[in-house]
């Protein structure tokens, strides 16, 4: 059964997206793997105190991309390949990178700062773990 103890919901981006977010990171590290029953929607939207709509709306989603299946009656299980996985990966960085390079152009953070900025904080991020 995939956890949810670890999820932390934030302001300012829908919760369905954060929970679409939570599963595809979750994939991509290796934390939830193909055949991961997740929790029924009654009782995700329960743990994290939400609309049970707002969890169907998520699965929903997941379930066009292929990545749960879900049958009336039964637990809804994650549906993963290893293709799925690298393409969830490649998405996921191009988006955050896109994201950042646009906040860092737009405070006038030249590349050679923005290269100095991830060298300092991957080190920082290696020392902590």
């Known amino acids: 059964m995939i956890s949810f103890d670890t999820f932390k919901p934030t302001e300012g981006?829908?919760?369905?997206?954060q929970i679409l977010l939570f599963i595809k990171r979750g994939a991509v590290a290796g934390t939830?793997?193909?055949?991961?029953?997740l929790p029924s929607r009654r009782v995700l939207s329960a743990l994290l105190g939400i609309n049970p709509n707002t969890v169907q709306k998520a699965f929903h989603l997941l379930e066009e991309e292929e990545l749960i299946v879900s049958q009336a009656g039964a637990k809804s299980v994650m549906k993963i390949t290893e293709e799925?996985?690298?393409?969830?990966?490649?998405?996921?960085?191009?988006?955050?990178?896109?994201?950042?390079?646009g906040a860092l152009r737009q405070m006038g953070i030249s590349r050679e700062e923005a290269f100095k900025l991830i060298d300092q904080f991957w080190e920082e991020e290696e020392t902590e773990a």
């Open 32 to 37: 939830i793997r193909d055949g991961d029953e």
């Open 84 to 101: 799925k996985i690298q393409k969830l990966r490649e998405d996921l960085l191009r988006e955050n990178i896109r994201s950042i390079t």
């Open 13 to 17: 981006t829908p919760i369905y997206q």
